[in-house]
């Protein structure tokens, strides 16, 4: 039985919340523009909690097991985060408050900032963008405004490798800058020799993600960011991945000029079913004055009797703002959290743990599964899903029979690189007993892929729904509960 | 510190990776970056963070406390306590982006109720499954108006009465397509409370889109009909801006003929949380369903034909089209979604309703109490929602210094955006502010001027 | 995978049948087949444009991927499929037929003899397939 949908539950007449009757007299509506219908459902407080909580049956989550989506980072969410952010004095405050009733707000921030900029590298932060994809927008956007700032007009291109996220060639285009594709080579680093042949003064920049896709430390990272540097070109780093660098290098040491941050891959806040993000960005010193504003300030130092006071500074040549008020600061509270109950040494034990768990999957899974790019990998590796001997079995199959074992399957056909690809990230959080029931499991698959390969093309058979029809979706486009043709 | 191995897990498992110590992983890091002294505070345990955060909660001092008059795209309301309880539910907010369908139906499902949701608010046929917050959608709605026409119009008529920060993040996203340029906000130095009629002349052949907000920044509410259709006239895509309370009471845009709205869903259940996370609508007209951005969720069947959800048309997204792809958007604002189905599913029909006259007769009795008081006088030409414009006999700054002294948050100070209203407080009244508050403040603002 | 002997290709994986000097255009049936599903099409161009080789003139999408056709030959569009938009799957199961996307009235006819030879576009073929 499907469950229904709030339409199909709603019942005349209920309602889930009564409001007070105004304690003030009422004036006249403006009856010209009253709407005439208000279609949504009517259902009681009861009727609401049990929909949710049916449909939250039907979801899984980290809370209940190993999530090994690769280059999402799905570690345990630490409670307290959740708790400490729900504190009236950060929920309750306005966004527009006077400055002197949110010193609280902006200690934090400006806290917050200051590490990350430690952390990773950088001379000045901004906490505004709301997503990773954001960030990267902004940080395109200052590299352009940099160039601009400097009368360098010609530079029309941004250098991308194959194995990018795609928020990164759909944010080069998005800031107007044409992208040019480098290849990897077979050790699956940067094509250096490519790349090289492509460094000249059309280059705006390059965007790197290190470790990148195939979780593996760029070992022409170094040549790499000097080659783009040679050109007057910057580098933007993809912080997509910092969790397996977590206090073992920092992307401003190395010559990474931007980069953002995912404050719930690397720190933690809870990934919502789709969002919330946070996406910081942190840039070197030439850049700090085209970051997007407002940023918190200590505008005035304290002394032993006085705290210092935090307001707002506008840096002098700023892109503009990137999204309403101050960013996501709910976020921002948890990482705040999450950063300060681990300190230097819990951090870089985040990072050694992330990569010690993922090397131990892979050297479990190299007999079974082929490893395209196998070397000491970082937080995560990439198999391909597939043998020669079964060749109606895809990854997608694979991925599909782990739901029947009660795992989460790792992300599927990324990087594009890789044929029929499953990458794989544990996560620091999971324990040695949760990886043994992971490999036990491919391992089963692998086999079952031989003796019973229907179980894996018919897979999942113990899920809430089995395989939907993705092409039905698609072709009849049903995007409500009504018909999408309903006049 | 979330870490579960013991040391003698940890040797094991490095005996099958084949290496001597955990630096051995490393060994492709330069050797000179390594391990670099973070310089951060050392760490603190579970109770000692619980007391820290307290501490700089205790900080602030929150909107709840007092009266509050504080609105301007951020506002207070009654969230039930249902909401964050279901919120809290570790298999919604622990769960990722639901890329696979069996294991992810009740995120879908819920995004699906809060795509109709949004439809039946706003009239439209469409709505993804949310964007950041009201001003990144209606920048994406500009993008979304330059790639309908293949960047052949050139310019998008946006009213100086839209949130000054929606209409900063336009500037900001659209700086990147060379020759694009925004009009009508200039109007915002000059002439900032002019109407909508003053726009009409801005259209043209080259305008991609035109956006207004509904009620507008100051509150107040214009029949669009006459704007939607120059629009169309030129050819050009009529964007609205709108306050979802506000649709409990109101028409909706698409009876003014909006092709797409946008708008801030922040008072949908979300608490005010210093600016975010807040949720961004994003919906349109089925013509315009592929040039949406963000993810949508569909509905299909699986294989036994049992209803089932999916997410849809993602070959429209930056995952498949790469540098073709028309937005970068990925995460969108899943729990904040979610939040606002709850939300408007205890509310339903009349709560709704309720809220958004409550909140309409609370104002207008402000409006009223406010214009009794010699010196002040409140900005009449237009009906108005839950905000209004009192034109006040000194710089607002220095009123809200003293309704602070008093205890009361005033509103928002207008010449912060638009320098020619010196004296201008836009007020924000919720369901939440009481009849009290609104007294409290009368006979500050009386002293004030006393 | 079929490459029918009487078509010219391209290495975007287009094909080209010349009757005179109109050209039919459409996808081959390795596109589709990596494509897989195909649930929409969508034209970018009208009839009565100029285009030239290499123009963008179609959008595919299935499923899992998107895929912008592009024409072969310069000339005039003098038609274009309308069952593909609401019949999108034709070009899975019959890209060489009802799934013809374009007619181009050729503005040099000589143009098409720079395309690839059926067995050139196999032999293609065979070196990206893994």
Known sequence: ????????????????????????????LPVDFLRSDLPLPEMSEVDVVRHFTRLSKLNYSIDQGIYPLGSCTMKYNPRVNEMVARFSGFTQTHPLQPLETVQGNLYLMYLLQEWLKEIGGFAGVTLQPAAGAQGEL????????????RGDTRRTRILIPDSAHGTNPA???????????????????????????????????????NPNTLGLFDQNIIPVIQAVHRVGGLVYGDGANLNALLGIARPGDLGIDIMHFNLHKTFATPHGGGGPGSGPVGVAASLVDFLPGPIVSMVEEGDEDIPPFFGFVQPAKSIGRVKSFFGHFGMMVRAFTYIAMHGPEGLRKVAENAVLNANYLLARLRNTYHVPYDRICMHEFVLEGRWKEVPEIIALDISKRLMDYGIHPPTNYFPLIVHDALMIEPTETESKDSLDYFVDAMEKIAFEARTHPEWLKEAPHQTPVRRVDEVKAAKELVLCCQPIDRE | MFAPHTPSEREE???????????????????????????????????????????IAMNNLPASEMPCFLGAGAYRHYIPAAVDALLQRGEFFTAYTPYQPEVSQGTLQAIFEYQTLITALTGMDVANASHYDGATAAAEAVIMAYHNFRGKRTQ??????????????????????????????????????????????????????????????????????QIAAAAHAAGALFCVAVNPIALGLLKPPSEFGADIVVGEGQPLGIPLSYGGPYLGILAARKEYVRKLAGRLVGETIDADGKRAYVLTLTAREQHIRREKATSNICTNQGLMALASTIYLSLLGKTGLRQVAELCYHKAHYAAAQISKIPGFQVYSDTPFFHEFIVQCPAPVEEINDFLFEEGILGGYDLSQDYPSLPNAMLVAVTELTGKEDIHALCKALEEFHA | MNTPADLRYTRTDEWVKVEGNIATIGVTDYAQDALSDVVFFE?????????????????????????????????????????????????????????????????????????LAPEEYDQYCQTRSH
């Open chain 2, 13 to 55: 498992m490095l005996k099958v990776i084949g290496v001597s110590s955990i630096d051995d992983l490393f060994r492709d890091v330069p050797e000179n970056f390594r391990y670099p002294q973070l310089n951060l505070p050392p760490a603190l345990t579970e109770m000692e963070v619980v007391a820290e955060l307290n501490e």
């Open chain 1, 171 to 209: 944010s080069s285009a998005m800031s107007g800058y044409e992208v040019i594709n480098i290849p990897t080579d077979p050790r699956g680093n940067i094509d250096l020799n490519f790349l090289q042949s492509v460094c000249d003064d059309r280059v705006a920049g390059i965007m790197i993600t």
């Open chain 1, 138 to 149: 902004t940080g395109i956007l200052i590299m352009r405004a940099y160039h601009v700032d």
């Open chain 3, 43 to 115: 034209a970018v161009v009208s009839v009565g444009d100029e285009i030239r080789a290499g123009d963008h003139i179609a959008t595919l999408e299935s499923v899992k991927a998107a895929a912008e056709v592009n024409s072969p030959v310069t000339g005039k569009v003098v038609a274009i499929n309308e069952n593909l938009a609401s019949s999108p799957e034709l070009v899975n199961s019959d890209p060489y037929g009802a799934a013809w996307m374009l007619k181009v009235e050729l503005s040099d006819p000589s143009e098409t003899a720079k395309l």
């Open chain 1, 1 to 28: 039985m499907p469950e229904p949908t709030i339409f199909e539950l709603s019942s005349p007449g209920r309602t889930g919340v009564t409001f007070p009757t105004s304690d003030v007299p009422e004036s006249p």
């Open chain 2, 156 to 225: 998008a008529v946006v009213s100086p009465s839209l949130h000054p920060q929606y209409r900063q993040v336009i500037r900001t996203y659209t700086q990147g397509y060379s020759g694009f340029s925004i009009v009508g906000d200039e109007l915002a130095a000059t002439e900032p409370l002019t109407g909508p009629d003053t726009l009409l002349a801005k259209i043209n052949e080259n305008t991609a889109i035109v956006i207004v907000q509904y009620p507008d920044f100051f509150g107040r509410i214009y029949d669009y009909t």
